[in-house]
Protein backbone atom coordinates (compact mmCIF):
# COMPACT_ATOMS: atom_id res chain seq x y z
CA UNK A 1 0.00 0.00 0.00
CA UNK A 2 1.31 3.10 1.28
CA UNK A 3 2.86 5.28 3.71
CA UNK A 4 -0.60 6.93 4.25
CA UNK A 5 -2.35 3.80 4.25
CA UNK A 6 0.15 1.18 5.52
CA UNK A 7 -0.64 -2.68 5.59
CA UNK A 8 1.25 -5.34 7.96
CA UNK A 9 0.77 -8.30 8.49
CA UNK A 10 2.42 -10.67 11.29
CA UNK A 11 3.46 -14.45 11.28
CA UNK A 12 3.89 -16.84 13.96
CA UNK A 13 6.10 -19.74 12.63
CA UNK A 14 5.54 -22.09 16.41
CA UNK A 15 3.07 -23.96 17.51
CA UNK A 16 -0.24 -22.29 17.33
CA UNK A 17 0.45 -20.44 14.09
CA UNK A 18 -1.44 -18.05 12.75
CA UNK A 19 -1.44 -15.04 10.50
CA UNK A 20 -2.74 -11.40 11.65
CA UNK A 21 -3.15 -8.18 9.47
CA UNK A 22 -3.49 -4.42 10.36
CA UNK A 23 -4.47 -1.51 8.85
CA UNK A 24 -5.69 1.76 9.65
CA UNK A 25 -9.48 0.83 9.67
CA UNK A 26 -8.54 -3.07 9.88
CA UNK A 27 -7.38 -5.62 12.54
CA UNK A 28 -7.97 -9.35 11.75
CA UNK A 29 -6.33 -12.08 12.90
CA UNK A 30 -7.25 -15.93 13.65
CA UNK A 31 -5.07 -19.51 14.11
CA UNK A 32 -3.91 -21.88 12.08
CA UNK A 33 -5.81 -24.67 13.87
CA UNK A 34 -9.29 -23.00 13.07
CA UNK A 35 -8.86 -23.32 9.68
CA UNK A 36 -7.04 -26.75 9.04
CA UNK A 37 -9.10 -28.23 12.51
CA UNK A 38 -5.54 -29.39 13.72
CA UNK A 39 -5.16 -28.23 17.71
CA UNK A 40 -1.67 -26.37 18.02
CA UNK A 41 -0.93 -26.58 15.01
CA UNK A 42 1.90 -24.91 13.44
CA UNK A 43 1.32 -22.78 9.84
CA UNK A 44 0.18 -19.42 8.32
CA UNK A 45 -0.05 -19.95 5.00
CA UNK A 46 -4.32 -20.85 5.01
CA UNK A 47 -4.21 -17.83 7.96
CA UNK A 48 -2.16 -15.40 6.04
CA UNK A 49 -4.97 -16.17 2.98
CA UNK A 50 -7.92 -15.90 5.40
CA UNK A 51 -6.61 -12.03 7.29
CA UNK A 52 -6.22 -10.93 3.23
CA UNK A 53 -9.75 -12.11 1.94
CA UNK A 54 -11.13 -10.51 4.88
CA UNK A 55 -9.40 -7.22 4.22
CA UNK A 56 -9.91 -7.26 0.50
CA UNK A 57 -6.28 -6.82 -0.10
CA UNK A 58 -3.47 -9.23 -1.69
CA UNK A 59 -0.09 -9.88 -0.71
CA UNK A 60 1.56 -6.89 -3.35
CA UNK A 61 -0.72 -4.47 -0.49
CA UNK A 62 1.28 -5.43 2.19
CA UNK A 63 4.51 -3.07 3.25
CA UNK A 64 6.38 -5.57 6.23
CA UNK A 65 5.58 -8.53 7.36
CA UNK A 66 7.05 -9.78 10.96
CA UNK A 67 8.00 -12.88 11.69
CA UNK A 68 8.75 -15.12 14.96
CA UNK A 69 9.27 -18.52 16.29
CA UNK A 70 10.27 -20.55 18.85
CA UNK A 71 13.80 -21.36 19.00
CA UNK A 72 17.51 -20.46 20.59
CA UNK A 73 17.36 -17.45 17.66
CA UNK A 74 14.54 -15.58 16.47
CA UNK A 75 13.77 -17.14 12.20
CA UNK A 76 15.76 -15.91 10.02
CA UNK A 77 14.54 -14.27 6.68
CA UNK A 78 15.01 -17.68 5.21
CA UNK A 79 13.15 -19.75 7.32
CA UNK A 80 10.09 -17.69 7.21
CA UNK A 81 9.56 -19.53 4.19
CA UNK A 82 7.90 -16.04 2.36
CA UNK A 83 10.18 -16.14 -0.52
CA UNK A 84 8.10 -18.40 -2.90
CA UNK A 85 4.93 -15.92 -2.50
CA UNK A 86 7.52 -13.19 -4.18
CA UNK A 87 7.82 -10.92 -0.81
CA UNK A 88 10.84 -9.64 -1.10
CA UNK A 89 13.62 -9.98 1.73
CA UNK A 90 13.11 -5.99 2.44
CA UNK A 91 9.98 -6.55 3.24
CA UNK A 92 10.57 -9.07 6.06
CA UNK A 93 11.34 -8.92 9.52
CA UNK A 94 11.82 -10.96 12.33
CA UNK A 95 10.98 -10.25 15.71
CA UNK A 96 12.21 -12.18 19.23
CA UNK A 97 9.44 -13.77 20.50
CA UNK A 98 9.25 -12.33 23.84
CA UNK A 99 8.67 -8.98 22.19
CA UNK A 100 5.87 -9.89 20.15
CA UNK A 101 4.34 -10.66 23.64
CA UNK A 102 4.96 -7.53 25.11
CA UNK A 103 3.43 -5.63 22.21
CA UNK A 104 0.17 -7.39 22.47
CA UNK A 105 0.25 -6.93 26.45
CA UNK A 106 0.73 -3.22 26.17
CA UNK A 107 -0.32 -1.43 22.36
CA UNK A 108 -3.82 -3.61 23.36
CA UNK A 109 -4.35 -2.30 26.91
CA UNK A 110 -5.73 0.88 28.11
CA UNK A 111 -2.52 2.49 29.96
CA UNK A 112 -0.38 5.05 28.47
CA UNK A 113 2.57 3.79 30.89
CA UNK A 114 2.66 0.09 32.41
CA UNK A 115 5.28 -2.64 33.41
CA UNK A 116 4.85 -5.17 30.81
CA UNK A 117 5.79 -8.95 32.29
CA UNK A 118 6.13 -11.62 29.50
CA UNK A 119 6.10 -15.34 31.46
CA UNK A 120 5.56 -18.41 28.84
CA UNK A 121 7.53 -22.06 28.54
CA UNK A 122 9.96 -20.36 26.60
CA UNK A 123 10.49 -18.07 23.67
CA UNK A 124 14.32 -17.21 22.04
CA UNK A 125 17.54 -16.65 23.93
CA UNK A 126 16.52 -19.15 26.84
CA UNK A 127 13.80 -16.63 27.79
CA UNK A 128 10.80 -17.65 30.26
CA UNK A 129 10.46 -14.63 32.08
CA UNK A 130 11.00 -11.52 31.18
CA UNK A 131 9.92 -7.31 31.75
CA UNK A 132 9.83 -4.35 30.07
CA UNK A 133 9.14 -0.89 30.69
CA UNK A 134 5.87 0.98 27.95
CA UNK A 135 5.37 4.16 27.28
CA UNK A 136 3.64 6.01 24.21
CA UNK A 137 7.81 6.10 23.44
CA UNK A 138 8.67 2.21 23.09
CA UNK A 139 8.97 -1.10 24.61
CA UNK A 140 11.83 -1.08 26.50
CA UNK A 141 13.05 -4.52 27.57
CA UNK A 142 14.89 -3.96 31.02
CA UNK A 143 15.57 -7.53 32.27
CA UNK A 144 14.50 -11.20 32.49
CA UNK A 145 15.70 -14.78 33.70
CA UNK A 146 19.67 -15.29 33.84
CA UNK A 147 20.35 -16.53 29.94
CA UNK A 148 22.24 -19.66 31.90
CA UNK A 149 20.12 -20.58 34.00
CA UNK A 150 18.11 -24.06 32.16
CA UNK A 151 14.84 -23.39 30.64
CA UNK A 152 13.80 -26.48 33.10
CA UNK A 153 13.77 -23.39 35.82
CA UNK A 154 11.13 -20.70 34.47
CA UNK A 155 7.64 -20.89 35.77
CA UNK A 156 5.88 -21.93 32.65
CA UNK A 157 8.50 -24.76 31.84
CA UNK A 158 7.75 -25.88 35.54
CA UNK A 159 3.92 -26.04 34.85
CA UNK A 160 4.54 -27.29 31.70
CA UNK A 161 6.41 -30.21 32.82
CA UNK A 162 3.45 -30.84 36.08
CA UNK A 163 0.99 -30.96 33.50
CA UNK A 164 2.82 -33.56 31.65
CA UNK A 165 3.83 -35.77 34.11
CA UNK A 166 -0.16 -35.73 35.20
CA UNK A 167 -1.13 -37.28 31.18
CA UNK A 168 -1.83 -34.02 29.76
CA UNK A 169 -0.50 -32.51 26.78
CA UNK A 170 2.02 -29.41 28.15
CA UNK A 171 -0.36 -26.76 25.85
CA UNK A 172 -3.50 -28.28 28.56
CA UNK A 173 -2.28 -26.64 31.94
CA UNK A 174 -5.77 -25.62 31.60
CA UNK A 175 -6.47 -28.67 33.49
CA UNK A 176 -3.63 -28.74 36.11
CA UNK A 177 -5.50 -25.29 36.78
CA UNK A 178 -8.58 -26.65 37.53
CA UNK A 179 -7.27 -29.88 38.80
CA UNK A 180 -5.57 -28.02 41.63
CA UNK A 181 -8.46 -26.93 43.49
CA UNK A 182 -9.54 -30.60 44.55
CA UNK A 183 -5.54 -31.25 45.72
CA UNK A 184 -3.65 -30.16 49.23
CA UNK A 185 -0.66 -28.32 48.17
CA UNK A 186 0.85 -28.30 51.71
CA UNK A 187 1.75 -31.90 51.48
CA UNK A 188 4.83 -30.53 49.92
CA UNK A 189 7.12 -28.02 51.85
CA UNK A 190 9.86 -27.29 49.49
CA UNK A 191 9.82 -24.38 47.01
CA UNK A 192 9.78 -24.63 43.79
CA UNK A 193 11.15 -21.44 43.10
CA UNK A 194 13.49 -18.46 44.23
CA UNK A 195 12.74 -15.17 43.10
CA UNK A 196 15.83 -13.11 43.44
CA UNK A 197 15.89 -9.41 42.54
CA UNK A 198 13.90 -10.06 39.09
CA UNK A 199 15.38 -13.08 38.48
CA UNK A 200 13.67 -16.65 38.89
CA UNK A 201 15.34 -19.88 39.78
CA UNK A 202 13.13 -22.79 39.61
CA UNK A 203 14.16 -26.38 41.22
CA UNK A 204 13.48 -28.53 37.79
CA UNK A 205 17.14 -29.35 35.80
CA UNK A 206 14.64 -31.23 33.27
CA UNK A 207 11.69 -30.64 31.17
CA UNK A 208 8.91 -32.34 30.68
CA UNK A 209 7.62 -35.55 32.98
CA UNK A 210 11.22 -36.11 33.55
CA UNK A 211 12.11 -33.08 35.01
CA UNK A 212 9.03 -34.54 38.04
CA UNK A 213 10.62 -37.86 38.16
CA UNK A 214 14.09 -36.45 38.55
CA UNK A 215 12.59 -33.38 41.28
CA UNK A 216 10.93 -36.43 43.10
CA UNK A 217 13.92 -38.34 43.29
CA UNK A 218 15.95 -35.34 44.85
CA UNK A 219 13.72 -34.68 47.28
CA UNK A 220 11.20 -37.69 47.75
CA UNK A 221 7.90 -35.86 47.35
CA UNK A 222 5.51 -38.24 46.09
CA UNK A 223 3.46 -36.59 42.86
CA UNK A 224 1.72 -40.13 42.38
CA UNK A 225 2.36 -42.42 39.05
CA UNK A 226 2.42 -40.49 35.85
CA UNK A 227 0.22 -40.24 32.92
CA UNK A 228 -2.69 -40.98 34.92
CA UNK A 229 -5.01 -38.05 34.17
CA UNK A 230 -5.98 -36.82 37.63
CA UNK A 231 -7.46 -39.71 38.25
CA UNK A 232 -4.55 -40.96 40.83
CA UNK A 233 -5.43 -39.61 44.70
CA UNK A 234 -2.00 -37.76 44.50
CA UNK A 235 -2.65 -35.82 41.27
CA UNK A 236 -4.47 -33.11 42.40
CA UNK A 237 -1.90 -32.90 45.29
CA UNK A 238 0.73 -32.19 42.76
CA UNK A 239 -1.43 -29.77 40.79
CA UNK A 240 -2.28 -27.92 43.75
CA UNK A 241 1.58 -27.76 44.68
CA UNK A 242 2.34 -26.50 41.23
CA UNK A 243 -0.33 -24.15 41.02
CA UNK A 244 0.14 -22.90 44.78
CA UNK A 245 4.14 -21.84 43.79
CA UNK A 246 3.28 -20.62 40.29
CA UNK A 247 1.14 -18.26 42.31
CA UNK A 248 3.44 -17.28 45.09
CA UNK A 249 6.14 -16.78 42.54
CA UNK A 250 4.49 -14.84 39.75
CA UNK A 251 3.19 -12.45 42.92
CA UNK A 252 6.81 -11.68 43.68
CA UNK A 253 7.73 -11.40 40.03
CA UNK A 254 5.80 -8.87 39.25
CA UNK A 255 6.33 -6.63 42.67
CA UNK A 256 9.97 -6.79 41.94
CA UNK A 257 9.54 -5.70 38.17
CA UNK A 258 7.33 -2.74 39.34
CA UNK A 259 9.63 -2.01 41.89
CA UNK A 260 12.18 -1.81 39.15
CA UNK A 261 10.34 -0.02 36.91
CA UNK A 262 8.53 2.22 38.94
CA UNK A 263 5.14 1.61 36.16
CA UNK A 264 2.52 0.41 38.79
CA UNK A 265 -0.14 -0.67 36.01
CA UNK A 266 0.94 -4.64 35.26
CA UNK A 267 0.41 -5.59 31.57
CA UNK A 268 0.65 -9.76 31.61
CA UNK A 269 1.46 -11.98 28.37
CA UNK A 270 2.54 -15.49 27.60
CA UNK A 271 1.08 -18.69 28.13
CA UNK A 272 0.90 -18.35 32.11
CA UNK A 273 -1.14 -15.06 31.88
CA UNK A 274 -3.86 -17.64 30.84
CA UNK A 275 -4.11 -18.88 34.39
CA UNK A 276 -7.14 -16.92 35.62
CA UNK A 277 -6.32 -18.01 39.24
CA UNK A 278 -3.38 -16.77 39.37
CA UNK A 279 -3.98 -13.70 37.29
CA UNK A 280 -7.20 -12.70 40.12
CA UNK A 281 -3.97 -12.62 42.93
CA UNK A 282 -2.07 -10.58 40.74
CA UNK A 283 -4.12 -7.61 39.91
CA UNK A 284 -4.87 -7.31 43.75
CA UNK A 285 -1.46 -6.91 44.76
CA UNK A 286 -1.11 -3.85 46.60
CA UNK A 287 1.66 -2.53 43.92
CA UNK A 288 -0.64 -3.13 40.89
CA UNK A 289 -2.65 0.19 40.19
CA UNK A 290 -4.37 -1.37 37.19
CA UNK A 291 -4.15 -5.01 35.51
CA UNK A 292 -4.48 -6.50 31.60
CA UNK A 293 -3.73 -9.67 29.70
CA UNK A 294 -4.69 -9.67 26.15
CA UNK A 295 -6.86 -12.55 25.74
CA UNK A 296 -4.95 -14.33 23.56
CA UNK A 297 -2.00 -14.27 26.30
CA UNK A 298 -0.50 -17.26 24.48
CA UNK A 299 1.39 -17.94 21.30
CA UNK A 300 -1.87 -17.86 19.73
CA UNK A 301 -1.45 -14.22 19.76
CA UNK A 302 2.36 -14.03 18.81
CA UNK A 303 1.23 -13.14 14.96
CA UNK A 304 -0.58 -10.17 15.97
CA UNK A 305 2.21 -8.86 18.54
CA UNK A 306 4.28 -9.36 15.38
CA UNK A 307 1.66 -7.38 13.22
CA UNK A 308 1.66 -3.90 15.84
CA UNK A 309 5.99 -4.86 15.92
CA UNK A 310 5.27 -3.90 12.14
CA UNK A 311 3.18 -1.30 12.39
CA UNK A 312 5.40 0.26 14.66
CA UNK A 313 8.65 -0.39 12.55
CA UNK A 314 6.93 0.33 9.42
CA UNK A 315 5.14 3.73 10.43
CA UNK A 316 7.43 4.90 13.27
CA UNK A 317 4.17 4.94 15.50
CA UNK A 318 3.61 2.77 18.32
CA UNK A 319 0.13 1.59 18.00
CA UNK A 320 -2.41 1.97 20.49
CA UNK A 321 -5.59 -0.14 19.68
CA UNK A 322 -7.19 -0.62 23.14
CA UNK A 323 -9.27 -3.72 23.14
CA UNK A 324 -12.78 -4.09 23.80
CA UNK A 325 -13.28 -7.68 22.24
CA UNK A 326 -11.41 -10.59 21.39
CA UNK A 327 -13.45 -11.07 17.85
CA UNK A 328 -10.89 -10.40 15.29
CA UNK A 329 -12.26 -13.03 12.87
CA UNK A 330 -14.56 -12.29 10.35
CA UNK A 331 -17.93 -11.87 9.59
CA UNK A 332 -19.95 -14.83 7.20
CA UNK A 333 -23.48 -13.76 5.19
CA UNK A 334 -26.44 -14.86 5.74
CA UNK A 335 -26.00 -16.21 1.75
CA UNK A 336 -22.66 -18.27 3.39
CA UNK A 337 -24.92 -19.72 6.35
CA UNK A 338 -27.49 -20.67 4.07
CA UNK A 339 -24.96 -22.65 1.51
CA UNK A 340 -23.61 -24.59 4.73
CA UNK A 341 -27.18 -25.57 5.89
CA UNK A 342 -28.54 -26.47 1.94
CA UNK A 343 -25.52 -28.58 2.24
CA UNK A 344 -23.41 -26.48 -0.63
CA UNK A 345 -19.98 -27.76 -1.37
CA UNK A 346 -18.85 -24.20 -1.32
CA UNK A 347 -19.42 -24.00 2.04
CA UNK A 348 -16.69 -26.51 2.95
CA UNK A 349 -19.07 -28.51 4.60
CA UNK A 350 -17.46 -32.18 5.85
CA UNK A 351 -19.86 -34.23 7.28
CA UNK A 352 -18.29 -36.00 10.10
CA UNK A 353 -21.42 -37.96 11.09
CA UNK A 354 -24.55 -36.81 8.78
CA UNK A 355 -28.15 -36.58 10.74
CA UNK A 356 -30.75 -34.70 9.48
CA UNK A 357 -31.55 -31.13 10.65
CA UNK A 358 -34.15 -29.00 10.10
CA UNK A 359 -33.62 -24.28 9.91
CA UNK A 360 -35.84 -21.97 9.96
CA UNK A 361 -34.86 -17.76 10.10
CA UNK A 362 -35.88 -16.43 13.61
CA UNK A 363 -36.79 -12.27 14.28
CA UNK A 364 -35.19 -12.91 17.45
CA UNK A 365 -32.43 -15.66 17.89
CA UNK A 366 -31.55 -13.71 21.02
CA UNK A 367 -34.79 -14.27 22.43
CA UNK A 368 -35.60 -17.67 21.02
CA UNK A 369 -32.41 -18.99 22.22
CA UNK A 370 -32.92 -17.58 25.69
CA UNK A 371 -36.21 -19.39 26.27
CA UNK A 372 -34.75 -22.60 24.86
CA UNK A 373 -31.71 -22.45 27.72
CA UNK A 374 -33.98 -21.85 30.46
CA UNK A 375 -36.04 -24.80 29.18
CA UNK A 376 -32.94 -26.91 29.57
CA UNK A 377 -31.48 -26.86 25.90
CA UNK A 378 -27.91 -26.98 25.46
CA UNK A 379 -27.44 -24.26 22.05
CA UNK A 380 -24.87 -23.96 19.81
CA UNK A 381 -23.93 -20.39 19.19
CA UNK A 382 -22.41 -18.89 16.38
CA UNK A 383 -22.34 -14.81 16.30
CA UNK A 384 -19.86 -12.73 13.94
CA UNK A 385 -16.44 -12.69 14.05
CA UNK A 386 -14.46 -15.65 15.34
CA UNK A 387 -12.47 -15.15 19.07
CA UNK A 388 -8.52 -15.21 18.54
CA UNK A 389 -7.76 -16.76 21.72
CA UNK A 390 -8.35 -20.04 23.89
CA UNK A 391 -11.81 -18.41 25.13
CA UNK A 392 -14.93 -18.94 23.96
CA UNK A 393 -16.65 -15.35 24.42
CA UNK A 394 -19.89 -15.73 22.65
CA UNK A 395 -18.96 -15.74 19.13
CA UNK A 396 -18.44 -19.56 18.79
CA UNK A 397 -19.47 -20.73 22.13
CA UNK A 398 -22.05 -23.46 23.68
CA UNK A 399 -24.25 -21.72 26.11
CA UNK A 400 -26.60 -23.56 29.02
CA UNK A 401 -28.52 -23.30 31.91
CA UNK A 402 -26.08 -22.67 35.25
CA UNK A 403 -28.81 -22.60 37.69
CA UNK A 404 -28.06 -26.27 38.35
CA UNK A 405 -25.21 -29.19 37.59
CA UNK A 406 -27.26 -31.33 35.67
CA UNK A 407 -26.35 -28.36 32.16
CA UNK A 408 -22.78 -29.30 32.77
CA UNK A 409 -23.37 -32.82 33.90
CA UNK A 410 -24.48 -32.82 30.43
CA UNK A 411 -22.13 -31.17 28.67
CA UNK A 412 -18.94 -33.21 30.14
CA UNK A 413 -21.12 -36.79 29.22
CA UNK A 414 -23.15 -35.70 25.91
CA UNK A 415 -21.37 -33.48 24.33
CA UNK A 416 -17.80 -32.14 25.41
CA UNK A 417 -16.34 -34.88 27.23
CA UNK A 418 -14.06 -33.47 29.31
CA UNK A 419 -12.72 -34.56 32.86
CA UNK A 420 -15.21 -34.12 35.71
CA UNK A 421 -13.06 -31.94 37.64
CA UNK A 422 -12.96 -29.38 34.95
CA UNK A 423 -15.81 -26.06 35.41
CA UNK A 424 -17.35 -24.16 32.88
CA UNK A 425 -17.54 -20.86 32.96
CA UNK A 426 -20.46 -17.76 33.55
CA UNK A 427 -20.85 -15.09 31.33
CA UNK A 428 -22.62 -12.72 32.90
CA UNK A 429 -24.40 -9.29 32.26
CA UNK A 430 -21.44 -6.63 33.12
CA UNK A 431 -23.80 -4.15 35.12
CA UNK A 432 -24.19 -7.22 37.75
CA UNK A 433 -21.29 -8.71 37.96
CA UNK A 434 -20.26 -7.05 41.29
CA UNK A 435 -23.61 -8.64 43.21
CA UNK A 436 -22.79 -12.13 41.72
CA UNK A 437 -19.29 -12.47 42.01
CA UNK A 438 -16.41 -10.53 44.30
CA UNK A 439 -15.13 -8.58 41.25
CA UNK A 440 -14.50 -4.65 41.13
CA UNK A 441 -12.93 -4.56 37.73
CA UNK A 442 -14.09 -5.84 33.77
CA UNK A 443 -13.38 -9.20 32.83
CA UNK A 444 -14.29 -9.42 29.63
CA UNK A 445 -11.53 -12.04 28.40
CA UNK A 446 -12.74 -14.71 31.15
CA UNK A 447 -8.86 -14.08 32.53
CA UNK A 448 -9.88 -14.08 35.61
CA UNK A 449 -11.44 -16.37 38.13
CA UNK A 450 -12.82 -14.62 41.46
CA UNK A 451 -14.88 -15.90 44.31
CA UNK A 452 -18.69 -16.33 44.00
CA UNK A 453 -20.42 -14.42 46.14
CA UNK A 454 -21.87 -17.23 48.78
CA UNK A 455 -25.52 -15.97 48.74
CA UNK A 456 -25.69 -16.00 45.26
CA UNK A 457 -23.45 -19.25 44.53
CA UNK A 458 -26.44 -22.30 44.45
CA UNK A 459 -28.39 -19.95 42.17
CA UNK A 460 -25.51 -21.01 39.63
CA UNK A 461 -24.39 -24.36 41.45
CA UNK A 462 -23.29 -24.94 37.13
CA UNK A 463 -20.59 -22.81 37.36
CA UNK A 464 -19.31 -22.82 40.93
CA UNK A 465 -16.09 -24.74 40.58
CA UNK A 466 -15.22 -26.62 43.67
CA UNK A 467 -13.11 -23.63 45.53
CA UNK A 468 -16.07 -21.29 45.13
CA UNK A 469 -14.36 -19.51 42.18
CA UNK A 470 -15.69 -18.61 38.70
CA UNK A 471 -13.89 -17.89 35.82
CA UNK A 472 -16.30 -15.00 34.64
CA UNK A 473 -16.98 -12.86 31.26
CA UNK A 474 -18.35 -9.46 31.78
CA UNK A 475 -20.74 -9.18 29.05
CA UNK A 476 -21.37 -5.07 27.98
CA UNK A 477 -24.07 -4.64 24.71
CA UNK A 478 -21.15 -2.59 22.17
CA UNK A 479 -19.41 -5.47 21.66
CA UNK A 480 -21.42 -8.42 21.65
CA UNK A 481 -25.10 -7.05 21.34
CA UNK A 482 -26.88 -10.33 20.21
CA UNK A 483 -24.81 -12.32 22.93
CA UNK A 484 -25.77 -9.49 25.24
CA UNK A 485 -29.21 -9.36 24.19
CA UNK A 486 -29.52 -13.32 24.78
CA UNK A 487 -28.18 -13.00 28.37
CA UNK A 488 -30.75 -10.21 29.19
CA UNK A 489 -33.77 -12.14 27.97
CA UNK A 490 -32.52 -15.25 30.07
CA UNK A 491 -32.32 -12.84 33.31
CA UNK A 492 -36.24 -11.76 32.33
CA UNK A 493 -36.80 -15.22 32.15
CA UNK A 494 -35.21 -16.71 35.01
CA UNK A 495 -33.73 -14.02 37.66
CA UNK A 496 -30.32 -15.08 37.17
CA UNK A 497 -28.35 -12.61 34.53
CA UNK A 498 -25.65 -15.23 34.04
CA UNK A 499 -25.79 -18.04 31.20
CA UNK A 500 -23.07 -20.96 31.36
CA UNK A 501 -20.43 -20.78 28.41
CA UNK A 502 -17.86 -23.29 26.82
CA UNK A 503 -16.21 -23.70 23.39
CA UNK A 504 -17.74 -24.35 20.53
CA UNK A 505 -16.37 -27.69 20.05
CA UNK A 506 -16.14 -31.43 20.78
CA UNK A 507 -12.27 -32.15 21.49
CA UNK A 508 -11.44 -30.38 18.02
CA UNK A 509 -10.26 -26.60 17.42
CA UNK A 510 -13.22 -24.31 18.21
CA UNK A 511 -15.40 -23.81 15.31
CA UNK A 512 -14.94 -20.88 12.56
CA UNK A 513 -16.78 -21.40 9.66
CA UNK A 514 -20.50 -21.85 9.42
CA UNK A 515 -19.84 -25.32 7.85
CA UNK A 516 -17.73 -25.78 11.03
CA UNK A 517 -21.11 -24.98 13.19
CA UNK A 518 -23.01 -27.35 11.39
CA UNK A 519 -20.58 -30.77 11.60
CA UNK A 520 -20.22 -30.02 14.79
CA UNK A 521 -24.06 -30.02 15.84
CA UNK A 522 -24.41 -32.90 14.09
CA UNK A 523 -21.33 -35.08 15.18
CA UNK A 524 -22.11 -33.76 19.12
CA UNK A 525 -25.12 -34.30 20.96
CA UNK A 526 -26.36 -30.51 20.51
CA UNK A 527 -30.07 -30.04 21.31
CA UNK A 528 -29.77 -27.08 18.39
CA UNK A 529 -27.35 -24.46 17.04
CA UNK A 530 -28.15 -21.09 16.60
CA UNK A 531 -25.62 -19.72 13.49
CA UNK A 532 -26.45 -16.03 12.47
CA UNK A 533 -30.42 -15.65 12.87
CA UNK A 534 -31.03 -18.87 11.92
CA UNK A 535 -32.03 -22.08 14.32
CA UNK A 536 -31.04 -25.76 13.39
CA UNK A 537 -31.89 -28.15 15.20
CA UNK A 538 -31.50 -31.80 15.06
CA UNK A 539 -34.59 -33.72 13.49
Known sequence: ???????????????DGGAALITDTVMVAIGEERLNRTRYSPGWEASLLYCLRAAGLTLADVDLVAVSGIGRTTPTITDTGLAHLGIDRSRIVPVDHHLSHAYTAYCLSPYDTATVLVVDGGGNNNDTETYYAATP???????GNPPTRPRAGGIGATYEAFTNWLGWHEQEAGKTMALASYGDPGLYLAPLFDVVDT???????????????DLSDRTGFDFGPPGRHGEHELSANAAAYVQDQTERALCALAEQTIASTGLPNL?????????CVAADKLRRLDAVTGY????????RGQALGCALYAWHRHTGDLPRRPLTSDYFGRDYTDTEIEQALHRDPRSGLVERRRRPFTWRRESDIARTAAQMIADGKILGWFQGGSELGPRALG????????????????LNHRIKHREPF??????????????????????PFMLLAPPVRPDHADKIAGVVHVDGTARVQTVDPAPAPAYRALIEHFHQLTG?????????NDREPIVETPAHALATLQACNLDAACIGPYLVERS
Open 1 to 15: MSSTNPCVVGINLGH
Open 137 to 143: DGIDRLG
Open 199 to 213: HVHGRLTRTHAPGIA
Open 267 to 275: CFAGGVALN
Open 292 to 299: FAPPAASD
Open 395 to 410: ARSILADPRTRDSADA
Open 422 to 443: RPFAPAVLADHASTWFDLDVPS
Open 496 to 504: VPVVLNTSF
